[in-house]
């Protein structure tokens, strides 16, 4: 039990961003031990089953009976090359947008990304001629991932990412790459995905055009975290955002700073807040980053 007990205190003691991986990968190591199980158990299709009940349906009919899938999909993966791909996506922009962001911020975006690639899924199954006569299922963070990764590149369109053999790249161009790629496939085997990917596109830059005027769309379903009291989330604040701290806001989180680390990275942050990321010099966004990193 002592593992068990750590692994505990670890996730309690993490990060939201990282509580957020966690719960993806949660999932999908237990889709893979039940699938594990029906294989040995002499019942392979086992696992089909159980998908039926976390995946999002496209049928309204099944959906009424099966509600809870409007979330369960955004934190299930199936398929190891997807949440490979999901995770690291999210960890290097939500670590980001964590930068500019709040940890309350970043999971309602999360949610919000995903509850608007669940209603597009719906809607284009239901109302799209290419897709009469024909029942589809959603799953995966994909959407909840893209409406981050869309916020960061217009909150941070400047900052770069270095990757591997190309070197440092704008997110900006990482992010249009992204959104090309899911519009292109639209017209593919997973049309009905690309569909929730451009819901989970259109909440992270609605969001982010937002918050750049000073409205955080996110403050109602902070409201409803508060009072199911979720002290993970009062509590601990990682960074201001572009807006102006509200009453419901609380001090960011700068365990592991100086004081005058502190003092650094508030006027950054002041300067972000007035002015946008762009408005840095390279050296500011060299220290944003450093500092950042330190912040537990």
Same mark, same amino acid.
């Given at each position: 039990?002592?593992?068990?007990?750590?692994?505990?205190?670890?996730?309690?003691? *993490?990060?939201?961003? +990282?509580?957020?991986?966690?719960?993806?990968?949660?999932?999908?190591?237990?889709?893979?031990?039940?699938?594990?199980? =029906?294989? /040995?158990?002499?019942?392979?299709?086992?696992?089909? @089953?159980? %998908?039926?009940?976390?995946?999002?349906? *496209?049928?309204?009919?099944?959906? &009424?009976?099966?509600? #809870?899938?409007?979330? *369960?999909?955004?934190?299930?993966?199936?398929? %190891?090359?997807?949440?490979? /791909?999901?995770?690291? #996506?999210?960890?290097?922009?939500?670590?980001?947008?964590?930068?500019?962001?709040?940890?309350?911020?970043?999971?309602? !975006?999360?949610?919000? =990304? =995903?509850?608007?690639? $669940?209603?597009?899924? !719906?809607?284009?199954?239901?109302?799209?001629?290419? /897709?009469?006569?024909?029942?589809? #299922?959603?799953?995966?963070?994909?959407?909840?991932?893209?409406?981050?990764?869309?916020?960061?590149?217009? !909150? +941070?369109?400047? /900052?770069?990412?270095?990757?591997?053999?190309?070197?440092?790249?704008?997110?900006?161009?990482?992010?249009?790459?992204?959104?090309?790629? &899911?519009?292109?496939?639209?017209?593919?085997?997973?049309? =009905?995905?690309?569909?929730?990917?451009?819901?989970?596109?259109?909440?992270?830059?609605?969001?982010?055009?937002? %918050?750049?005027?000073?409205?955080?769309? @996110?403050?109602?379903?902070?409201?409803?975290?508060?009072?199911?009291?979720?002290?993970?989330?009062?509590?601990?604040?990682?960074?201001?955002?572009?807006?102006?701290?509200? $009453?419901?806001? @609380?001090?960011?989180? @700068?365990?592991? !700073?100086?004081?005058?680390?502190?003092?650094?990275?508030?006027?950054? %942050?002041?300067?972000?807040?007035?002015?946008?990321?762009?408005?840095?010099?390279?050296?500011?966004?060299?220290?944003?980053?450093? &500092? *950042?990193?330190?912040?537990?």
């Amino acid at each position: 039990m002592g593992v068990i007990d750590d692994m505990r205190t670890g996730y309690r003691q *993490s990060s939201m961003l +990282m509580k957020i991986v966690w719960i993806n990968i949660g999932v999908f190591v237990a889709l893979r031990l039940l699938a594990i199980v =029906g294989v /040995f158990s002499g019942n392979p299709s086992l696992i089909n @089953t159980i %998908l039926l009940w976390v995946e999002l349906p *496209s049928s309204p009919a099944v959906l &009424v009976t099966r509600p #809870w899938t409007l979330i *369960s999909y955004m934190f299930a993966q199936y398929d %190891l090359l997807h949440i490979v /791909f999901n995770m690291l #996506w999210l960890y290097w922009f939500g670590t980001m947008f964590r930068m500019v962001g709040t940890s309350r911020q970043l999971l309602v !975006l999360y949610l919000y =990304g =995903g509850i608007a690639g $669940a209603v597009l899924f !719906l809607a284009g199954y239901n109302a799209l001629p290419v /897709f009469s006569h024909t029942d589809g #299922w959603l799953i995966g963070s994909s959407a909840s991932v893209i409406a981050i990764v869309t916020a960061v590149a217009i !909150l +941070m369109p400047d /900052f770069k990412m270095h990757l591997f053999l190309i070197g440092a790249v704008a997110v900006k161009w990482i992010a249009i790459a992204t959104i090309v790629l &899911v519009l292109i496939g639209v017209t593919g085997s997973n049309a =009905g995905g690309e569909i929730a990917h451009i819901g989970g596109i259109l909440t992270g830059a609605f969001f982010a055009t937002r %918050l750049k005027k000073g409205q955080d769309i @996110t403050m109602p379903a902070s409201r409803i975290l508060d009072r199911m009291k979720m002290p993970d989330l009062r509590a601990r604040q990682d960074r201001p955002a572009h807006s102006a701290r509200s $009453a419901q806001q @609380t001090e960011p989180a @700068t365990g592991g !700073l100086s004081p005058e680390e502190r003092r650094e990275l508030d006027t950054i %942050l002041d300067k972000i807040k007035k002015s946008g990321y762009s408005a840095l010099t390279p050296a500011e966004r060299d220290r944003l980053f450093n &500092v *950042s990193r330190k912040i537990k």
